[in-house]
């Protein structure tokens, strides 16, 4: 039962991990257009999970997002937390800065 609850559980955290992956893309993407970082930040929390920590940095070259949660087993919350995090990199627009 442990062996499946933990498997179960592996499969969750690899599931947000590709959360984790498309929210960074899009919002590396949202950022590199020239969107508000504060916007670009909130979408990504929006599409991963609430405590989520995105750092954005952004320059005319290139757009950086990294996002990073950290997740436990909802049956072992005492458990060390596992850190997931995805980075997205995209061409910054031209024109940036405005």
Known sequence: MVVLAAA???????????ECVDAA?????????????????????TATRPG???AV???TGTTKVQITVEVRPPWAQSLPAVQISATAIADTEPGYPP
């Open 52 to 54: 989520a920590q995105v």
């Open 25 to 45: 893309r899009a919002a590396a993407r949202a950022a590199a257009r020239g969107e508000p970082l504060d916007q670009v930040i909130t979408r990504a929390r």
């Open 8 to 18: 179960l559980w592996a499969v969750q955290a690899v599931s947000l991990q590709l």
């Open 57 to 59: 940095t952004r320059d």
